[in-house]
């Protein structure tokens, strides 16, 4: 299975022959609300106010405050690079009437796999009666793999039905 990078959450039921044939796959990305336009974007304006409002300072001999105000630019543009390092980390579900494939793919490339029999399979999931679905496993075997962390509850909830409708498929039932 080669990776696809959506914005969140693709689930697809891909046709095959043979009971490998994968009958639901899904990569899971990280949604980041913020591109590199707008990352750029954010900077300048940052960059610029934090100059703007250094000058009176200056002017009045606190020099040592632009000090400040470039290590608030410095902290904000690392905080911004580490949140873009972690999006490119990303989980591939796939699921065929034989096994169960997960795959988790860190930001520096990692990979973790974990492959179950089908029918020996199960979701566990945990739910908050205010936020709805907080956590889903893949269970099999007594062991246990959590999934889908980086959606949202709602998202989550979308992705459990799909996933639980493929394994039924998957199991015949």
């Not at 693709?10 to 095959?16: F, H, R, T, V, Y």
């Not at 902290?75 to 096994?99: C, H, Q, T, W």
């Not at 029918?119 to 269970?139: A, I, P």
């Amino acid at each position: 299975m080669e990776p696809r990078h959506p914005k969140s959450a693709d689930a697809s039921a891909l046709p095959g022959d043979g009971p490998d044939a994968p009958i639901f796959a899904a990569v899971i990305t990280p949604h980041r609300s913020l591109g590199q336009d707008g990352f750029r974007l954010v900077m300048t304006l940052v960059c610029l106010a934090s100059v703007v409002s250094s000058i009176p300072f200056m002017v009045a001999g606190a020099w040592p405050v632009t000090f400040f105000f470039g290590l608030d630019v410095l902290a904000l543009y690392i905080a911004f690079r580490l949140n873009f390092r972690d999006a490119a980390g990303f989980e591939e579900v796939a699921v065929s009437p034989l096994k169960v494939q997960l795959a988790k793919v860190t930001p520096k490339g990692e990979r973790a796999e974990w492959r179950f029999d089908t029918l020996f399979t199960r979701l566990e999931r945990q739910d908050d009666k205010d936020y709805g679905l907080m956590r889903l496993d893949v269970v099999s075997r007594g062991q246990s793999v959590p999934i889908a962390a980086a959606l949202s509850p709602g998202e989550r909830e979308a992705f459990h039905e799909a996933l639980a409708g493929a394994l039924r498929t998957a199991k015949g039932r």
